[in-house]
């Protein structure tokens, strides 16, 4: 997407999950850099009660929460960032850890549950957050991870003691977001730190400086002040909406997995390097090539990733969520990906892994990539096409046939737009019409281009009793009430 000097686009979220998201500059060739220096940050999409949400799982709604965005840096001589793209083509990494932009920060915290928000917005470093006595002794029984890039995990949340005492510690990737409560309770006036392990099974050839193993230093006070909800690791009500449960079957998943066994897949992309550029497939984004050309709208495909090379890379999908079903190379798949909504993870050096996505209403060209920042600037980017689902390599798994209903009252789910269709483009900012609640609301009830998210009052008492719309919003503060029966049912 581009907007030049002077332009304005009207983008529109659905946000129908709650979920930790973020956003940052993607120009092409130097988003490394952009990204680096701030165009970049944190979003919330919430649940909670007193937003207009539905409240949250797991005694979460009254656990104080702390943003918590990693990323390393380097400063030159007048303490200003640093980066020079020109220099890297493999990684860049920084001699310091910051947290919310602030250098190895001191928190004092309550002894009471906190919800941290980790996200890793660093160029190159992925990072292993374990916490520890002052004395470097991990304390993970204390911490269980509640949700990953596209929402909550299924109950039981994950303790994270018990993921894999040979890699201990929680893996965040690039671009990577997960949600972590830990209990302080019984740690009054004792010392902790947030430490970032090294691990060159799950991170190979991480430089590590003298710091780089630390990331927040924490002191426990003595007495309770604030909030102090009670985290309960087993209780998943109020039950959260998960949109990508609502269009996969347990069938669908079942198929999945057993063609994993047999060592399928629908489409295979090798990420390497070559003739000094990073590609996937031998080909980098530069070749204007289409590395996927024709995934139908609306079904399910098996992706196998592999690596070779001796790298890792962080790969993000745009446009879908998937799940994570089979990984090798690197102690194999972690209990905190298993079972969940995921738009990121971590591919092992000379290792494979194996993903389930499901992609939904949108057509068009969209992308997927290496999220370390230096090999995506430096080509390792490729374009997907989602097309009608009868022309798509899997039309067999989708579900054409169940949504005729919803072609008629909506924004027609099979022509849904292409992004760069003039309805969606950027105009001359001069062009546009105040940007008020009155505008807002035209967009949502006039020539509605959002109506699969947004359908109208008048669409919704057309709407047939036995079918439901999985991609409408819900838990949205002003939201219309959805049927939440699973799509599955009309499957």
């Known amino acids: 997407d ?3 000097r002077n332009e304005t686009k009207d983008y529109l979220i659905p946000n129908n999950r709650p979920a930790t998201l973020w956003y ?26 007193r937003f207009g949400g539905c409240g949250e799982p797991y005694g979460l709604e009254d656990i104080e929460e702390i943003p918590f965005v990693m990323k390393d840096a380097v400063l030159d001589d007048q303490c200003q960032l640093f980066i020079d793209p020109l220099e890297f083509d493999r990684d860049f990494y920084g001699d310091i850890n910051t947290v919310n932009g602030v250098p190895w920060p001191h928190m004092t915290l309550e002894p009471k549950h906190y919800r941290f928000r980790l996200l890793t917005a660093s160029v190159s470093r992925p990072y292993i957050w374990i916490l520890t006595t002052a004395d470097g002794v991990p304390i993970m029984d204390r911490c269980w991870v509640v949700a990953t890039d596209g929402g909550y995990v299924s109950p039981p949340a994950i303790r994270l003691d018990t993921v894999d005492p040979n890699h201990p510690g929680l893996l965040v990737a690039v671009a990577e977001r997960y949600e972590v409560v830990c209990n302080f309770e019984g740690l009054e ?25 630390l990331l927040a230093k924490i002191t426990v ?18 039950a959260p909406e998960i949109p990508l449960d609502r269009v996969l079957t347990e069938t669908d998943i079942a198929v999945a997995e057993a063609r994993v066994a047999d060592g399928d897949y629908d489409r295979r992309f090798d990420f390497g390097r070559s003739g000094g550029i990073w590609t996937i497939n031998g080909e980098g984004w530069n ?3 289409v590395a996927a050309d024709d995934v139908g709208q609306n079904t399910w495909e098996l992706w196998l990733m592999r690596s070779g090379g001796g790298w890792f890379h962080p790969v993000h999908v745009h446009l879908t969520d998937f799940f994570v079903l089979y990984r090798d190379g690197d102690g194999g798949q972690r209990a905190y990906e298993r079972g969940t909504s995921k738009d990121v993870f971590m591919l092992p050096n000379s290792g494979n892994v194996w993903v389930l996505a499901r992609f939904g209403a949108h ?4 992308m997927f990539h290496c999220h370390n920042l230096i090999h995506e600037d430096n080509d390792m980017m490729r374009a ?16 054409a046939d169940q949504y005729t209903v919803i072609n008629n009252l909506l924004y027609s789910n099979w022509n849904y737009q292409d992004p760069l269709d003039p309805v969606y483009m950027a105009k001359p900012a001069d062009a546009w019409p105040p940007l008020d609640v009155d505008y807002v609301r035209d967009r949502l009830t006039i020539d509605n281009p959002y109506q699969i998210f947004y359908p109208t009052t008048a669409q919704l008492d057309e709407w047939p009793n036995d079918l439901c719309n999985p991609w409408q919003s819900s838990w949205a503060p002003s939201c219309i009430p959805v049927d939440t029966t699973p799509c599955e049912s009309i499957m």
């Open 287 to 289: 070749s204007a090539t």
């Open 2 to 4: 581009l907007l030049c």
């Open 189 to 213: 006036g004792q010392t902790l730190f947030i430490q970032n392990r090294m691990d060159d099974g799950l991170a190979k050839d991480v430089t590590f400086f003298c710091l780089s193993h």
């Open 363 to 366: 057509k068009g060209h969209y």
């Open 24 to 49: 940052h500059d993607h120009a092409i060739a130097i988003t490394a850099e952009n990204a680096y220096k701030g165009l970049a940050g944190l979003v919330v999409v919430s649940s909670k009660e």
């Open 384 to 399: 997907m096409e989602i097309v009608d689902v009868e022309n798509g390599r899997q039309s067999q798994q989708g579900t």
């Open 221 to 238: 006070d003595t007495t309770v002040t604030g909030p102090n909800g009670q985290f309960d690791p087993e209780n998943f009500e109020p």
